[in-house]
């Protein structure tokens, strides 16, 4: 990777179809290898934006954004699909589980998906399954709660199964929308212990973003977005 560098972002711009101006204008942003990046900012800075584009959920129409050594921007959507599922691991504000699946097969989707994460699980924890109960009972999901639908599952319980799926299979790179919003203060604790154990036992890059300036701390570095985005702000996300 150039520079060590697990993302790099130079000269990006980027504007909602439907909006006159750009939310984002952002001259040059880096994370290295490892690095446990804390993102904030308020609502409208464009932060969930900004992680759909290093995600390669969206694509810029200006500037170069590489994750992993890779232009994203040159690859066409199914190329940025597999891209994503075989090396990053993606945790939405809104979790985007599979309702009609129980917990444990939501949480072993990237395996099904990608031969890279099935290995990776195979190779920590002896198989896929194995890996997804270790992740889901590091976060009080016992066996019982792992055999029913998730939509039977309270909004916390939803969050840290989407957490889980995140996990698996050692990504690259976890890109966290704020992932805490819906958890008590315990629950967080317990959650970013998880998360921050899995991060350091792989080397596994972090990008999180969280209106918790309090979590700041447990982070390498901080980036507050409205500094380094030179765009009007616009209520287009938060």
């Known amino acids: 990777m150039s520079n060590g560098a697990v993302i790099e972002v130079e000269s990006l711009m980027f504007r909602w179809p439907s909006a006159d101006l750009p939310c984002l204008v952002i001259e ?5 290898a490892g690095e446990r990046v804390f993102l904030f900012g308020p609502s409208g800075s464009g932060k969930s934006t900004l992680l759909a584009l290093v995600g390669g959920v969206l694509t810029p129409q200006h500037g170069r954004i590489r994750v992993l050594d890779v232009e994203l921007s040159t690859l066409k959507s199914r190329a940025r699909d597999r891209f994503r599922v075989e090396h990053v691991g993606f945790i939405f504000q809104q979790f985007n589980l599979v309702p009609y699946l129980p917990v444990m097969e939501n949480v072993l989707l990237p395996c099904r998906f990608s031969s890279t994460r099935a290995a990776r699980a195979i190779e920590a924890d002896g198989t896929p399954v194995d890996a997804a109960r270790r992740l889901l009972e590091g976060m009080h999901l016992g066996p019982t709660v792992q055999a029913r639908p998730v ?12 957490v889980a799926r995140a996990l698996i299979g050692r990504p690259e790179l976890i890109i966290a929308d704020e992932p805490t919003s819906s958890l008590d203060a315990d629950a967080q604790q ?15 890059t972090l990008l999180f973003v969280s209106h918790n300036r309090q979590l700041a701390s447990y982070f390498d570095r901080e980036v507050n977005l409205p500094a380094i985005n030179q765009a009007q702000p616009v209520a287009v996300d938060s």
């Open 28 to 32: 040059s942003l880096q994370v290295s």
């Open 151 to 162: 939509t039977e599952l309270s909004v916390g319980q939803q969050q840290r199964v989407a």
């Open 190 to 204: 317990t959650f970013l212990e998880l998360l921050l154990d899995e991060c350091d036992r792989w080397a596994t």
